[in-house]
């Protein structure tokens, strides 16, 4: 991505807290010589890894998981707010307009995730983390035949993060006023 010093996030925690708060994302990799994007929940486990662990899971009808055993590199984007700038609020003219936004990219190679006490997991604690703020929260206590057929239906993975770039394009290039 294009990160111009100014609007650089360098900070681990930073980062982390962004991928946490804006956890549905874009994963990008190649198909069939082409990219190919799902946009899909992902978890982080901050402790795994240097730069930490993205875990997440698509519908195994979706053929993008076929691809990870090739190996290569994924990108997964997590976008956070943005908003178009008017040059009628700048006071230097002529101006043109911008847009002004927050956004991660985490790379990595997805691996998939064959343990199905680890998806299960996994699955739960995506749950319980979108949950947590319901007066009541859902759990995942299905009968154990209708839980496996659903699990069948999905491909777990994850990736281990080898790089992160953290843009935040909030106009810190212009004055304040």
Do not use: C
């Not at 082409?34 to 875990?55: I, K, V, W």
């Not at 936004?101 to 604690?125: C, F, K, N, S, W």
Request: aromatic content about 12%; cysteine-free.
């Amino acid at each position: 991505m294009y990160l111009p010093k100014s609007f650089q996030i360098e900070d681990l925690a930073e980062l982390h807290a962004f991928i946490r708060a804006y956890n549905f994302a874009t994963l990008v990799t190649q198909h069939q010589g082409a990219p190919f994007a799902s946009h899909l929940p992902f978890l982080l486990d901050a402790e795994r890894g240097p730069q930490g662990t993205l875990l997440a899971h698509m519908a195994r009808a979706n053929p993008q998981w076929r691809d990870f055993s090739a190996g290569g590199e994924a990108l997964v984007i997590f976008q956070g707010p943005h908003a178009y700038i008017s040059p009628s609020w700048y006071e230097t003219h002529p101006s043109v307009p911008t847009w002004n936004y927050a956004v991660v990219h985490a790379y990595g190679t997805p691996q998939i995730v064959e343990d199905q006490a680890t998806l299960h997991r996994m699955l739960e604690t995506l749950v319980d983390t979108h949950e947590a703020a319901f007066a009541q929260p859902w759990r995942m206590d299905l009968p154990h035949d209708y839980l496996d057929k659903m699990m069948r239906a999905v491909v777990g993975f994850e990736i281990a993060i080898t790089r992160l770039e953290g843009k935040l394009k909030l106009s810190q290039n212009r004055s304040e006023h």
